[in-house]
């Protein structure tokens, strides 16, 4: 479970959770490390490299497993980045 208002430090009577559930079937919420899938991830790496105008975060952008806090860490640190008008 996720209560993002905690994790990003905001102040705000409503709040927003975010219930994950494991599960065997359907679309992995995380890279599965497997040889096929990290050539896949290398293709697509190469491709986003070429790409001036979109920026990629969080686990599957960059193929780690990380914890809700650490991707909203991440996001929060590109924001500020760009912000500044840096890439």
Do not use: C, I, W
Not at 15 to 31: F, H, I, K, Q
Not at 65 to 80: E, G, I, R, S
Request: charged content about 25%; overall charge neutral.
């Amino acid at each position: 479970m996720t209560e993002f208002k905690h994790l990003t430090g905001q102040r705000h009577d409503a709040t927003s959770l975010v219930y994950e559930y494991p599960r065997a079937e359907g679309d992995p919420y995380y890279p599965v490390p497997r040889a096929e899938n990290t050539a896949l991830f290398r293709r697509y790496e190469a491709d986003a490299e070429q790409l001036t105008d979109v920026t990629f975060l969080g686990r599957l952008a960059s193929y780690k497993y990380y914890n809700m806090d650490q991707v909203v860490a991440q996001a929060l640190t590109a924001f500020k980045r760009l912000a500044l008008g840096q890439r």
